[in-house]
């Protein structure tokens, strides 16, 4: 079932009892063939723990006050023993569970930060005038506002797919939205290329502008991408 966009809002504010987030393609991939596989995990851990050991002696060395004085990195695998330690379960803290969730992000975050980035330089590179937004780009590194604008455009003219925001209906009696009764075990999702290609959201949205979404007065300035 395509969800229209004005519907997105209250989809999405349903609590997971009722509606919860599904998408089947990628639960298969990544339960079916990758986390459930015995061979992936354990080879990564070799790689993963003994880094993970490391950072877990000078966290505690800090905690004790025996450290070198350098501040600690600033990094997901910092942000994770951080958090963990928190808990106060000495479980959590186990170099084996951090390299677990570390791999659990790096697997859902990795592809979609490869494609965004690949897609924009693609497309960057492609538009006409190229040269004159890699200019500014280029002249701007030290606050990168122009670039967030470009990832944004290329986001929304490069889209990793036709849907987006993918739901299924958990509740025994179904789900209601506009008026509609949705089963149970239905699967739902938003049309994001057709709302990206629409000129009532976008002026000339088969062009690629790369600072679209720059400036107060620019047509686009709120942006509207369905991530």
């Not at 002249?139 to 604008?149: A, G, N, Q, V, Y």
């Amino acid at each position: 079932m395509v969800i229209p966009p004005s519907k997105l809002k209250p989809v999405l504010s349903t609590p997971e009892r009722i509606v919860d987030a599904h998408a089947s393609q990628a639960e298969n991939i990544s339960a079916d063939y990758t986390m459930r596989d015995p061979n992936v995990f354990p080879s990564n851990y070799e790689v993963d723990i003994p880094l993970i050991e490391e950072r877990l002696r000078n966290f505690n060395a800090r905690v004790t006050g025996d450290h070198d004085g350098k501040d600690p990195p600033n990094d997901i695998l910092q942000w994770l023993i951080e958090e963990s330690a928190s808990t106060g379960n000495p479980d959590q803290i186990s170099s084996r569970s951090i390299a677990h969730r570390l791999l659990l992000l790096n697997f859902n975050s990795v592809p979609p930060l490869s494609m965004t980035l690949s897609s924009t330089i693609f497309d960057l590179y492609s538009a006409p005038g190229a040269e004159n937004y890699i200019e500014a780009l280029r002249k701007e590194c030290d606050e990168l506002h122009l670039l967030d604008f470009t990832i944004h455009e290329s986001m929304r003219y490069s889209e990793f797919g036709y849907l987006a925001f993918p739901r299924r209906v958990n509740a025994p009696g179904g789900f209601e939205i506009g008026g509609v009764k949705v089963p149970k075990g239905v699967h739902m999702e938003i049309p994001m290329h057709n709302i990206h290609m629409d000129p009532d959201f976008y002026s000339e949205p088969t062009r690629f502008n790369p600072f679209r979404f720059a400036g107060p007065a620019a047509p686009d300035a709120e942006s509207r991408a369905l991530p």
